[in-house]
C-alpha cells in the first residue's frame, strides 16, 4: 500500500483550485496509489488534493462494497450537464472523519474527461455515481462538503467532527 496520507480538514490545501493535470507515468503512478488509498480507507472516491496532489484528478469505485471492483480514474474532468432533479442524502468524506453531511446535489449529470491512457470520455452518471463524482469534483474547485451545508448544519456538522 502507498504511504499517500490522505489529508484532513481544515488542511487549506482542500479549499485550493487544482491545475490540469498531465499524461505520463507519474500520474499513472498517482492514480494507482490513489486507488489503494481509497480501498483502504473504505472509500468510494478520492481526489487528488485531498492526497495532496493539486491535480485535475479523481478516482472512483461506487459498486465495489456490494460486488466485483469497478475503478474509474478521472483525469481533468468537467461537468458537460447537470439535472434539474435534486437527490439529497448522507455523503462522507476521507478528508473530514465521522462527519456524515446531507447535501443537495443533482440526481444525474454528464462527465468529460480524459483517460490514463489519452482518450477524451465522455457518459453520463445518475445515482451514487453522480454524487460521488460530484463530491470528487468539489474537491478539485476547493469546495468540500461543510461548503454546501447551511450555517446551522455546518455548525453542527464541525462540533461532531471536533468531538
Same mark, same amino acid.
Not at 60 to 68: F, H, I, L, R
Not at 89 to 116: D, F, M, N, Y
Not at 135 to 147: A, K, S
Given at each position: ?7 484532513? %480538514? ?8 487544482? =491545475? +490540469? +493535470?498531465?499524461?505520463?507515468?507519474? #500520474? !499513472?503512478?498517482? *492514480?494507482? &496509489? ?10 468510494? =472516491?478520492?481526489? *487528488?488534493? /485531498?492526497? @495532496?496532489?493539486? #491535480?485535475?484528478?479523481?478516482?472512483? !469505485? ?18 458537460? %450537464?447537470?439535472?434539474? &432533479? ?24 454528464? #462527465?468529460? %474527461?480524459?483517460?490514463?491512457?489519452? *482518450?477524451?470520455?465522455?457518459? @453520463?452518471?445518475? =445515482?451514487? *455515481?453522480?454524487?460521488?463524482? /460530484?463530491?470528487?469534483? &468539489? ?6 462538503? #461543510? ?17
Amino acid at each position: 500500500m502507498s504511504a499517500l496520507p490522505v489529508l484532513r %480538514w481544515p488542511d487549506p490545501r482542500l479549499t485550493q483550485r487544482c =491545475g +490540469a +493535470a498531465t499524461l505520463g507515468p507519474d #500520474l !499513472d503512478r498517482l *492514480a494507482a &496509489d490513489m486507488l489503494a488509498v481509497m480501498y483502504h480507507e473504505r472509500g468510494r =472516491g478520492l481526489a *487528488a488534493p /485531498q492526497v @495532496g496532489a493539486m #491535480l485535475r484528478l479523481f478516482v472512483m !469505485d461506487v459498486a465495489w462494497k456490494e460486488g466485483p471492483a469497478e475503478p474509474q480514474v478521472f483525469v481533468n474532468p468537467e461537468i458537460l %450537464w447537470m439535472s434539474d &432533479d435534486r437527490t439529497e442524502g448522507p455523503e462522507g468524506c476521507l478528508s473530514i472523519p465521522g462527519v456524515v453531511a446531507h447535501v443537495s446535489r443533482a440526481a444525474s449529470i454528464r #462527465l468529460r %474527461w480524459t483517460s490514463l491512457f489519452g *482518450a477524451e470520455q465522455e457518459a @453520463g452518471f445518475s =445515482g451514487l *455515481a453522480a454524487i460521488c463524482a /460530484q463530491h470528487e469534483i &468539489d474537491h478539485l474547485d476547493g469546495v468540500v462538503t #461543510l461548503d454546501r451545508l447551511s450555517p446551522a448544519a455546518r455548525a453542527a456538522a464541525l462540533a461532531e467532527y471536533a468531538a
